[in-house]
């Protein structure tokens, strides 16, 4: 299948050190995406779909989320640029909910932490979906692509 990530890649640079739930985070939403994900570019008039796989490098530079897009050999594909803006809400706010679905696992009983977590699956569709709403015309991802996306971005955004 060529319409997917075959590597990607999150430039740490200026990025604090992630506390343990954070890089577990990453590890697992990097792992399943590999697994299983569907990225694409969308068609231009002016030039064909470079086939994929792709390599993807994430960053955050001047204040902007940066995609850069490779071909599976390395050759660069594209690069775009988007808003942190429409990110801030929900990523502040999934973070909130995630610091207390990790206290609610220390110390509260299954039925509490299945409330916590329905609620934080919730935040993460939100941002999944201003992702997706984000990639319009740029990049073809589904929904669970684009919530593992979303973790990366979290990362990237609170390090």
Request: proline share 5%; hydrophobic share 40%; charged share 30%.
């Amino acid at each position: 299948m060529t319409n997917r990530l075959c590597h990607i890649e999150i430039d740490e640079k200026g990025l604090a050190r992630p506390t343990p739930e954070i890089e577990q985070e990453r590890k697992v939403a990097i792992f399943d995406l590999l697994e299983d994900n569907r990225f694409g570019l969308p068609a231009r008039e002016d030039r064909a779909v470079p086939e994929g796989p792709y390599r993807l490098h994430l960053a955050i530079r001047e204040g902007r989320l940066v995609f850069d897009i490779a071909q599976e050999a390395g050759n660069k594909v594209g690069e775009f640029h988007l808003s942190l803006g429409p990110f801030r809400q929900v990523v502040k706010d999934y973070f909130q909910i995630c610091e207390s679905y990790f206290e609610a696992v220390k110390r509260l009983p299954p039925s509490q932490i299945e409330a916590i977590d329905m609620a934080r699956r919730g935040i993460h569709n939100e941002g999944a979906r201003v992702l997706q709403e984000r990639l319009e015309g740029k990049a073809e991802v589904d929904t669970d692509t684009a919530r593992r996306l979303f973790t990366l971005i979290c990362v990237l955004h609170w390090g």
